[in-house]
Nanobody
Framework: QVQLVESGGGLVQAGGSLRLSCAAS??????MGWFRQAPGKERESVAA????????YYTDSVKGRFTISRDNAKGTLSLQMNSLKPEDTAVYYC????????????????????WGQGTQVTVSS
């Protein structure tokens, strides 16, 4: 059972930056992703990364502003968020699924097995 723990959320003004981190309890091969859920809205995929780290996915609204990365040696996943906007306000979740396909990414929440508890990101205007 992989446990995921997010950190790095907080309150920031529009145009600012935050870096989210996710620490995994095991080094099992897995693809990972970041999701977010704003009040009254469905959970949406923000970014995803393959086990190898060579492939990434970004939803259109964050392209050019967010960067997903991972350090398999440390078992960590990161999301660097720049030029934040009020519409980025949400609870952000780290997710993982076991895979032996090093290059593949997954973007749907139903495809992930393990979830963190979430970290709040609030962007003020």
């Amino acid at each position: 059972q992989v446990q995921l723990v997010e950190s790095g959320g907080g309150l920031v003004q529009a145009g600012g930056s935050l870096r989210l981190s996710c620490a995994a309890s095991e080094r099992t091969p897995y693809a990972m992703g970041w999701f977010r859920q704003a009040p009254g809205k469905e959970r949406e995929s923000v970014a995803a990364i393959s086990w190898s780290g060579g492939n990434q996915y970004y939803t259109d609204s964050v392209k050019g502003r967010f960067t997903i990365s991972r350090d398999n040696a440390k078992g960590t996943l990161s999301l660097q968020m720049n030029s934040l906007k009020p519409e980025d306000t949400a609870v952000y979740y780290c997710a993982a699924r076991t895979t032996f396909i090093t290059w593949r990414i997954w973007t749907m929440s139903a495809e992930y097995t393990y979830w963190g508890q979430g970290t709040q990101v609030t962007v003020s205007s």
